[in-house]
């Protein structure tokens, strides 16, 4: 057999991992006791950091419907008879009373501004539904003004 077998290599192995400030004993009493700070004591290295630049201020827009400031833009829906940004929770609020839901429907976003009525045959278990009809919510072909302004500020591309 050679030396190298697989016996002596996790006993070498273990050795190696079982003192290892043995090898290279700590040059002074501040980094024995706390090696994280002589780390971090090291030179810079010469690399020049890109710092990234500040995100772009958003403007603060109010809901149609209720009249709030909207704190997430981003989750802002275009109103269908204004054009104007409106909460999402507001959305749905309002879908729960035009539509008629049945027992174990419920609304749910299926995303690009359309809303789908499912039917959940068990409420616990979201993982076997129907859609029983979608509700297209914001048009695919016009973008609002606003939504526009928002995009600008974050494009960078000419």
């Known amino acids: 057999m050679s030396d190298y077998?697989?016996?002596?290599?996790?006993?070498?192995?273990?050795?190696?991992?079982?003192?290892?400030?043995?090898?290279n004993p700590p040059t002074n009493q501040h980094e024995a006791q706390n090696p994280r700070e002589s780390r971090s004591e090291r030179p810079e290295r010469n690399e020049k950091r890109v710092e990234m630049p500040p995100l772009p201020k958003l403007?603060?827009?109010?809901?149609?419907?209720?009249?709030?400031?909207?704190?997430?833009?981003?989750?802002?829906?275009?109103?269908?008879?204004?054009?104007g940004p409106i909460h999402f929770d507001c959305v749905i609020t309002f879908?729960?009373?035009?539509?008629?839901?049945?027992?174990?429907?419920?609304?749910?976003?299926?995303?690009?501004?359309?809303?789908?009525?499912?039917f959940f045959e068990n409420p616990l278990d979201t993982k076997k539904f129907r859609i029983m009809r979608t509700i297209e919510w914001e048009?695919?072909?016009?973008?609002?003004?606003?939504?526009?302004?928002?995009?600008?500020?974050?494009?960078?591309?000419k």
């Open 5 to 23: 077998n697989e016996g002596s290599r996790r006993r070498d192995r273990h050795r190696r991992h079982k003192n290892p400030g043995t090898k």
């Open 59 to 83: 403007p603060t827009l109010t809901c149609v419907k209720c009249g709030e400031p909207i704190q997430d833009s981003t989750s802002a829906l275009v109103d269908k008879g204004t054009g």
């Open 95 to 118: 879908l729960q009373g035009a539509e008629n839901l049945g027992l174990n429907e419920k609304i749910v976003y299926i995303g690009q501004g359309r809303f789908a009525v499912m």
């Open 139 to 157: 048009g695919r072909e016009t973008k609002a003004e606003w939504r526009i302004d928002i995009s600008d500020r974050f494009s960078h591309s």
